[in-house]
């Protein structure tokens, strides 16, 4: 942030959400983030809306999400450009081993990798996928790739995962999140 402090005015967020089940915990964390006062817009992968649909976002921002490269927003601008212009920090979850694979490329294929590309404010990542997807070099290597350009890597924990056991993978809660974005006086 700029010498302006969150309690000073309110803290700009845009959040990113993949394509994965851990998408209704990102629902949660804008939710939470517009009751202590922050203004966030949305952004969805390609096929984010199969976990959790864009209406939404819409109903707890109250702003339309950002879903396509070619978007355009009543004003006449890109939204996934305009969208990082003002931000304090972008937080992406959750960030699929897909989405983190296309980031640390540079592809920029969808709303999500594009608004990350033209991003100069904080860039958080949260990542969320099977175990086994976890550990593998090529995803290692990829948030490595992220850490070096400047993302900061919020996870993942141990704990339930979708295949039904528990196991490294599982998206940090959306409490995590907020204290990280917000810090220890705004996940209260």
């Not at 990113?16 to 202590?36: D, M, N």
């Not at 983190?100 to 920029?108: D, Q, S, V, Y």
């Not at 990280?180 to 209260?188: E, I």
Request: overall charge negative.
């Amino acid at each position: 942030m700029a010498a302006d402090t969150a309690s000073s005015r309110t803290p700009r967020v845009l959040v990113g959400v993949g394509a994965g089940i851990a998408a209704f915990k990102a629902a949660a964390l804008v939710s939470r983030l517009v009751q202590r006062g922050a203004s966030v817009r949305v952004a969805m992968s390609r096929d984010a809306e199969a976990f959790v649909g864009r209406r939404t976002f819409e109903g707890l921002t109250g702003r339309p999400v950002i879903s396509s490269s070619t978007q355009i927003d009543a004003d006449g601008s890109a939204p996934h450009i305009a969208a990082t212009r003002d931000v304090d920090v972008f937080v992406i979850a959750p960030a699929t081993a897909d989405l983190i694979a296309r980031l640390a490329a540079g592809l920029c294929d969808d709303a999500v990798a594009l608004a990350a590309c033209a991003c100069r404010a904080r860039r958080i990542v949260c990542p969320a996928m099977n175990d086994a997807m976890w550990a593998d070099p090529a995803v290692q290597r990829n948030v490595e790739t992220l850490r070096t350009f400047g993302y900061e890597v919020l996870g993942p924990a141990e704990g339930w995962l979708a295949e039904g056991y528990a196991a490294v993978g599982r998206m940090v809660e959306p409490e995590e999140i907020l204290e990280a974005v917000l810090g220890p006086a705004g996940s209260a």
